[in-house]
């Protein structure tokens, strides 16, 4: 209760948890909304937003409705995110937990492994897995998933650094709990705020990644993402510019409610805040 009390104080965290909600609830809605397939050839091609009662957002230059791709694409982009998080911070606990808890050799060999991942950045690692393991929605998804973990798993292993040695832990290795126990039983559970935090930030970046790849039309063309329709609009930006802005600035959106309510988060978990 005192967590949501502290997380309320933010004015920002607030604006960004009502904005998530309204992706979320675009999401929930596009079937009731929108029955038909959004990929669905619906008017004439590109029709300006609010020119016609039919198509409040307009229409592509292929004469599919935006509104539709829209709100459908808000499921697409949040479901990318939050599974790519998942994948993301999973690999990154595992790895970062066993470097800091075990240190020694274990510790330089992953973290070893860290910084090869680090050594290319995101984005051109991520082509590469698309290149090689093709476009499809559940692997342009992963495929972000395996990217993003580094910096959860440096995170991860400096809070292990700092609680290994701690005397609940003593306490635990006196009774004779196992290593595994230790590790994901008692000390991970203390070192879990900050990589929940990180986890929004994770997950913003999954929503950028899938709409950068989109954009190039890297990104599986069979689903009505953000990104897709922003690469859609790339051919007519010059003079059809509405049809890139409008999914342009749902992205905006999204990515700023996930950071916002990250930083909330951050704010009412850190305890030097509490103390205020």
């Known amino acids: 209760m005192d967590l949501v009390k502290l997380y309320f104080r933010s004015p920002p965290a607030v604006i960004g948890l009502v904005l998530l909600i309204l992706v979320l609830a675009m999401a929930a ?3 009731f909304l929108y029955p038909r397939d959004p990929l669905a050839l619906a008017g004439r091609p590109l029709i300006w937003p609010f020119s016609n009662p039919r198509f409040l957002l307009g229409t592509d ?5 935006i509104a539709a791709q829209i709100f459908h694409g808000a499921r ?3 479901l990318i995110g939050g599974v790519a998080t998942v994948i993301s911070i999973m690999i990154g606990i595992t790895i970062g937990a066993l470097a800091g808890y075990y240190g020694s050799w274990v510790d330089t060999a992953l973290m070893r492994v860290t910084e ?7 984005f051109l690692l991520l082509l590469v897995l698309v290149a090689v393991f093709g476009s499809t929605i559940t692997t342009v998804t992963v495929a972000i998933g395996i990217v993003s973990w580094p910096a959860s798993a440096r995170l991860t292993r400096a809070e292990f650094l ?3 040695n701690r005397e609940f832990v003593q306490a635990g290795r006196t009774l004779g709990l196992k290593d595994m126990r230790l590790i994901f039983g008692e000390i991970l559970p203390n070192a ?3 990589v929940i935090v990180y986890a929004s930030v994770v997950m913003a970046i999954a929503i950028l990644l899938e709409s950068a790849l989109a954009f190039l039309k890297l990104s599986d063309p069979n689903v009505a993402s953000w990104g897709n329709l922003i690469g859609a609009g790339r051919d007519v930006l010059r003079v059809q510019w509405y049809v890139s802005a409008i999914p342009g600035i749902a992205i905006l959106v999204t990515v700023l409610a996930v950071s916002l309510v990250g930083q909330g988060l951050n704010d009412a978990l850190n305890p030097r805040l509490k103390s205020r």
Do not use: M
């Open 76 to 78: 697409i982009s949040l």
């Open 116 to 122: 090869a991942f680090q050594t290319l950045p995101n």
């Open 162 to 164: 700092s609680l290994r």
């Open 29 to 31: 809605s596009a079937d």
């Open 61 to 65: 230059n292929s004469g599919r409705d």
């Open 192 to 194: 879990l705020p900050p």
